[in-house]
């Protein structure tokens, strides 16, 4: 039985299966494109684990999560860029110079200085990084919502915001009686770039109200799920499926799965 720790053993795998003559065909195949799409994946999949609330399940979708990270590492590796041991070196490093209060001799802190500290912290990085404008760092690769959220908190950081949610809201009205005077010719682009306003504008909103958009819409959309489904079984047990069924009878049976606390 090997004596090696763990993540030692993970990285003589990964090692292994990217070896140009015993490796495996589709690993040695591998770059950091393709395998970026897996990599967003797994984070997902972690994030679904937590929510399950079940350990196994967790622990199995931190290890593949980490894999991505032992994946890319071996790439950058047989580039000769940086190793693994680099990367966690470079993390350790970067949360010791993060947390002052934690690490160095600078007093504690509260919750919210030290999401302030961090922000000066990062602006600081990204100067040194050659990364200049307020807005520079902000990955193009976020999902939509996220990304928007990001945007606008930088933004903000500047003073460049609404004053308060109220604010938003009747920005929200504008986007939308804009989108309305749109819909009798029906421009694809026209209703596409509106439509796109009031996403950015919901995003702020969220911000403003001190929630994740995207965690708004997930929720949301377990809500259609249940309630949805709650149709189905409901029509199933008349012996019908949605597609007989009128949009009249599948509201009504919406709203009773509303009143039920669906």
């Not at 984070?43 to 890319?72: C, M, T, W």
């Not at 209060?101 to 602006?123: I, L, M, N, Y």
């Not at 200049?132 to 990955?139: D, H, N, Q």
Request: hydrophobic fraction near 40%; include cysteine.
């Amino acid at each position: 039985m090997s004596t090696e720790p763990p993540i030692s053993t993970l990285i003589n795998v990964m090692a292994a299966l990217r070896h140009p003559e015993t490796g495996c065909p589709w690993d040695k195949e591998q770059d950091f494109t393709s395998i970026a799409p897996y990599t967003i994946e797994e984070a997902y999949e972690v994030r679904d684990a937590i929510q399950s609330g079940d350990p196994a399940q967790l622990k199995d979708e931190l290890g593949d999560l980490l894999f991505q990270v032992v994946y890319h590492a071996r790439l950058a590796e047989e580039r000769g860029w940086f190793s693994f041991d680099d990367v966690a070196q470079a993390i350790s490093d970067k949360m010791i110079r993060r947390h002052p209060h934690v690490f160095g001799d600078e007093a504690a802190r509260t919750p919210s200085a030290q999401t302030s500290a961090w922000e000066a912290q990062k602006t600081q990085e990204r100067l040194a990084r050659a990364e200049t404008g307020v807005l520079a760092g902000v990955a193009s690769t976020l999902p939509a919502l996220r990304r928007a959220q990001k945007l606008t908190a930088r933004a903000a950081g500047v003073k460049f915001d609404w004053p308060n949610p109220e604010a938003v809201l009747d920005k929200l009205a504008e986007e939308t009686a804009e989108l309305r005077a749109e819909l009798p010719d029906m421009n694809p682009a026209r209703v596409q770039d509106e439509l796109g306003d009031m996403l950015f504008v919901l995003a702020n909103l969220a911000r403003k109200l001190g929630h994740e958009a995207e965690t708004c819409l997930e929720g949301a959309n377990a809500k259609f799920i249940r309630r949805f489904q709650s149709i189905e079984r409901a029509l199933a047990a008349r012996g019908k499926t949605p597609a007989q069924s009128s949009l009249d009878e599948m509201d009504g049976l919406w709203n009773a799965a509303k009143q039920e606390g669906l």
